[in-house]
């Protein structure tokens, strides 16, 4: 991506990661087999990846794709050169931060006990990786199966795929993804199969 005058963004230059060939593959699918709804989750993560002096996300540019990265990139180019009102990515920046504060502030008003968090149509969501709060507590992400079954190689192949860099990198006590579609009415069931506890505090995002 070519820098350009007046105002507008510098180089964003793409890490080398995402032309390995397990991300390439994982992508390729995305971008020929899911619909509209599903593709979103890499577009939030893009938003997430180009407002990095905003949004510490080390996972988030592997999570969106070069496609993703490159259309928002160039979006958010064009809404500078324009002087656009509003700048493409940052309600996704602000509702990220809205959020994790959130959850935060959720989390302590437990007064410890390790309260379980549930993340309801978690895409890209990578907070069980973020927040240091969360390392009390158990974490169940939500999403249909592919999503979630994308998300997990591209994180192996961010950490290697090896017990120890793994652990390294979790912030949470523990993450469950449970396959389930919201708008079927069996997700609760899912979510309770797969551990979560009805009768201990909870935070629901």
Same mark, same amino acid.
């Given at each position: 991506? &070519?820098?350009?005058?007046?105002? &507008? ?18 992508? &390729?699918?995305?971008?020929? !087999?899911? !619909? ?5 989750? =890499?577009?939030?993560?893009? #938003?997430? %990846? ?6 510490? !996300? ?25 002087? *656009?009102?509003?700048? &493409? ?6 509702? +990220?931060? @809205?959020? /994790?504060? #959130?959850?935060?502030? %959720?989390?302590?008003?437990? /007064? ?15 907070? *069980?990786?973020?927040?240091? =709060?969360?390392? !009390? ?5 939500? /999403? ?14 961010? +950490?290697? +795929? ?16 449970? %396959? ?5 009415? /069996? ?7 797969? #551990? ?7 935070? @629901?995002?």
């Amino acid at each position: 991506m &070519s820098n350009q005058e007046n105002g &507008s963004l510098p180089d964003f230059i793409l890490p080398d990661s995402l032309y390995t060939e397990t991300i390439r593959e994982v992508h &390729s699918a995305v971008e020929h !087999d899911w !619909d509209s709804l599903r593709q979103s989750a =890499c577009q939030t993560a893009a #938003g997430r %990846a180009l407002w990095k002096h905003v949004v510490h !996300d080390p996972l988030a540019e592997l999570l969106a794709g070069e496609t993703y990265l490159k259309k928002l990139y160039e979006k958010i180019n064009k809404d500078i050169l324009n002087n *656009a009102k509003e700048i &493409s990515g940052v309600i996704i920046a602000v509702r +990220t931060l @809205w959020f /994790d504060k #959130g959850i935060e502030a %959720a989390l302590t008003s437990f /007064d410890g006990g390790g309260a379980q968090v549930v993340i309801l149509g978690a895409g890209m969501d990578t907070r *069980a990786y973020r927040l240091s =709060c969360l390392k !009390d507590s158990n974490m169940f992400e939500v /999403d249909f199966p592919e999503v979630l079954q994308m998300k997990t190689t591209i994180v192996e192949a961010a +950490t290697e +795929t090896t017990d120890e860099q793994k652990h390294q990198l979790m912030m949470a006590k523990s993450l469950n993804r449970v %396959a389930a579609d919201l708008r079927e009415k /069996d997700w609760l069931e899912k979510l309770q199969e797969s #551990g979560l506890k009805l009768n201990k505090n909870t935070v @629901w995002v």
